[in-house]
């Protein structure tokens, strides 16, 4: 329900702006953004778990937490793009007799991709929907290090995300968007954090610099 909820609260903002912007040049041929992203889905959880023999504290995410992305306008419906992002991760302490542990992972995917505006937008259009698809590495990490040791290791799976979304340009520099897609991608060898593969699906509002 609360997620019914924030969907369309989402869906009555965007619908909002799309009626307050006035018709301009939002010519974006031959122009660049900056654009960050988070994730309205990612599921988040904080623990702290006390027993006889020690205290243990963690922190776990999943699904998008979000990312960076750079593009590029080649035509008014076309732009290249690069996004480096954080799609999982988690983070532990336990304290104990022992000593003390500590536990990191984190999942990165660097994507190289592109943006197809549909229904071939002219530089008055101010609401473009788009298609997206993009590919590169997903990049996990993973450390641990106990009273008696510390142990690290690194590896990459080729990976994708295919999407689709909408942007709202609001002037020549700045605009919002909403992004929903999915990530699929060859599991680890090793697992990071508790999981081999982090496939699934996502969905994030976004704010842009357009220069």
Not at 53 to 77: F, V
Not at 118 to 125: H, N, Q, T, V
Not at 171 to 200: H, I
Request: no cysteine; net charge positive.
């Amino acid at each position: 329900m609360k997620s019914r909820r924030r969907l369309s609260l989402v869906a009555l903002i965007l619908i909002g702006f799309s009626i307050v912007i006035y018709a301009q040049d939002f010519s974006l041929k031959g122009r660049s953004e900056i654009e960050f992203n988070l994730g309205l889905w990612g599921g988040a959880k904080v623990a702290n778990t006390i027993t006889t023999t020690s205290i243990r504290s963690e922190a776990k995410t999943s699904g998008l937490a979000g990312n960076l992305l750079y593009a590029y306008w080649l035509r008014e419906h076309f732009s290249v793009t690069l996004s480096v992002g954080f799609l999982a991760g988690e983070a532990s302490s336990t304290v104990s007799t022992s000593g003390l542990n500590q536990h990191a992972s984190s999942v990165v995917p660097v994507l190289i991709g592109m943006r197809f505006y549909l229904a071939d937008p002219i530089p008055e259009d101010a609401v473009r929907p788009f298609l997206s698809a993009a590919v590169g590495p997903y990049i996990g990490s993973e450390a641990k290090n106990t009273a008696l040791s510390q142990e690290a290791h690194s590896e990459s799976s080729i990976g994708g995300r295919v999407g689709a979304g909408i942007d709202f340009l609001l002037s020549r520099n700045f605009k919002l968007g909403a992004s929903a897609g999915y990530n699929a991608m060859s599991g680890f060898e090793t697992p990071v954090g508790a999981r081999k593969n982090y496939s699934g699906g996502d969905f994030s509002l976004g704010v842009a610099y357009v220069f």
